[in-house]
């Protein structure tokens, strides 16, 4: 009986140990996707000025915080409405695209935010 207890105690830490592994490899790994790129904000320094790009990378929980922004080109339209010299109204859009520039994003985070 104390041998079957031993036992079950060692397969108990075991599945312990294996739990905070993969605990641990959960936060200590971020992923970034296809045609994003990752800034990180520490709780000592701030943003830092590294750019990360697509792939898996290591981060230190609990004190670092990967922030993503998508650098693929978005279309944005820009509507006005507005009136011509014979007094009739006429609605304008405008599409542009655009993409953030991928050396300034730790600046593009710290001035404007996740939202630009």
Known sequence: M??????LNRI???AI???????????????VEGGHRAVVWDRFSGVKDQVYNEGTH???????????FDVR????????????KDMQ???ISLRVLSRP????????????????
């Not at 104390?2 to 036992?7: L, S």
């Open 58 to 68: 290591f981060r230190v929980p609990f004190l670092q915080y990967p922030y993503t």
């Open 101 to 116: 520039d991928v050396e300034k994003l730790p600046t593009i985070y710290k001035e404007l935010g996740e939202d630009y």
């Open 2 to 7: 104390n041998r079957a207890a031993a036992v």
């Open 89 to 91: 109204m006429v609605d």
């Open 17 to 31: 140990g294996l739990g905070a592994a993969a605990y641990g490899a959960q936060h200590v790994l971020f992923n």
């Open 73 to 84: 080109l978005m279309p944005r339209v820009v509507s006005s409405r507005t009136g011509t």
């Open 12 to 14: 108990a830490f075991g």
